[in-house]
């Protein structure tokens, strides 16, 4: 099991940026694919990005791309995502999580969560 924790949430404005991080624990994190979800009030769980365990290949759900940008430094067991060009619709708690399976590029499953942290835009 991996533990995460997430961090750099908090209230921007329409059109500003925010980094969130993950800080992970493990001595395999360089082998897992990491990713991103959110969730805003009263919609289901969103796939927001991943990475590979490399680095070299991320993915992207529709509503971020060209706006979001995921990274990770597996020496520092971090996987980062930033966040530009927001919009009030970007508001939601922002989901580290860990051991992704993917498939064409969309999430099959997930083995570890974070706890959340919350994502507030203003317009």
């Known amino acids: 099991q991996v533990q995460l924790v997430e961090s750099g949430g908090g209230l921007v404005q329409s059109g500003g940026s925010l980094r969130l991080s993950c800080a992970a624990s493990g001595r395999t994190f360089s082998s897992y694919t990491m990713g991103w979800f959110r969730q805003a009030p009263g919609k289901e769980r969103e796939f927001v990005a991943a990475?590979?365990?490399?680095?070299?290949?991320?993915y992207y759900g529709d509503s971020v791309k060209g706006r979001f940008t995921i990274s990770r430094e597996n020496a520092k067991n971090t996987v980062s995502l930033q966040m530009n060009s927001l919009k009030p619709e970007d508001t939601a708690v922002y989901y580290c999580?860990?051991?992704?399976?993917?498939?064409?590029?969309?999430?099959?499953?997930?083995?570890?969560w974070g706890q959340g942290t919350q994502v507030t835009v203003s317009s």
């Open positions: 990475i590979s365990w490399s680095g070299d290949t991320t």
């Open positions: 999580a860990a051991r992704l399976t993917l498939l064409g590029g969309r999430p099959l499953n997930t083995g570890d």
